[in-house]
């Protein structure tokens, strides 16, 4: 099992990037695959979130109609597109899999490398 995020980087406030996550070793389509941010001095957050009304636990208040998590299946990629970034938003962020219910972040087995966003003001 595999997961290798990219798409992280430095940007300016209000400004949008996509990260993605190529997972390998194991169908995205049989588990949960979502997202998890940590800045420093902070506990892991989930941000993944499939709509604007998502209420799911690792779909945090703070992000929801900003960031989207979708996927593609033929590509076995994950990915999160976040727009009207803030500097709130700088973290370290990790594609993460989970079985079926998986809801806190410890209930995700396998975590990606992660990537560092950079939110500049």
């Known amino acids: 099992v595999q997961l290798v995020e990219s798409g992280g980087g430095l940007v300016q406030v209000g400004g949008s990037l996509r990260l993605s996550c190529a997972a390998s070793?194991?169908?995205?389509?049989?588990?949960?695959m979502a997202w998890f941010r940590q800045a420093p001095g902070k506990e892991r957050e989930g941000v993944s979130c499939?709509?604007?009304?998502?209420?799911?636990?690792y779909c945090a208040r703070s992000v929801r109609g900003r960031f989207i998590t979708s996927t593609d299946s033929d590509k076995n990629t994950v990915y999160l597109q976040m727009n009207s970034l803030k500097p709130e938003d700088s973290a370290v962020y990790y594609c993460?899999?989970?079985?079926?219910?998986?809801?806190?972040?410890?209930?995700?087995?396998?975590w990606g490398q992660g990537t560092q966003v950079t939110v500049s003001s």
């Open positions: 499939i709509n604007t009304y998502d209420d799911a636990p």
């Open positions: 070793g194991f169908s995205i389509d049989k588990y949960v």
């Open positions: 993460v899999r989970g079985n079926l219910g998986a809801a806190a972040a410890s209930e995700f087995d396998y």
